[in-house]
């Protein structure tokens, strides 16, 4: 099988003549080893028709070795079986026009839905975890604990270094006081 696609060999033309055709792909390409990694075989439940699958980066050559494979089971098959003598290829395999795999929009979906579960568990174990102060009722009621006064919402406050920078860019205490003078 490996041969027709990698060496050139004879063909029956519809005249019944014979025709000399070059091989199509390298034995690199397709050889042996790479033929079981390819082709998987799959059939229906209570069904003597089965199907030829062949998997790879060029449409082409999995077209054409799937073609080759169900020839030669075609003419090996009485050697295999003596019961089944007479197969028939229901339909020879065409390239597919868009990649089989891998499918972009799904992988993203499942991408997407994926991170939304991760980003709702971050942020359930997060709640889970603050051990903040929520309200005052907390305090009072949950913990018994008197309420001796609340501390307003400070901010982000300045380091040091930036205040004493800020306070040395700007005017220095003499030069406010001379401005009063002059008044």
Known sequence: MVDDLTEKHTEKQ???TKKTVPAKYTKSEVNANNLSDMISISNQQNSQVFSVNVKTEDPDLSKDVANEVAKVFQKKVGNIMSSASDVS???????????????VPLITLISFFVGLLFGFAWAWVRDLTDRT??????LTDDLG??????????????SIDEA???QNNGKTSEQRSDRNRRI
């Open 14 to 16: 519809s005249d019944g």
């Open 89 to 103: 290829i229901v339909s020879k395999a065409v390239a597919n026009s868009k990649p089989v795999s891998p499918k």
């Open 133 to 138: 102060v929520k309200s005052i009722s907390f």
């Open 145 to 158: 604990l008197t309420n001796l006064g609340v501390v307003g919402y400070i901010g982000k406050m300045r």
């Open 164 to 166: 004493i920078s800020r």
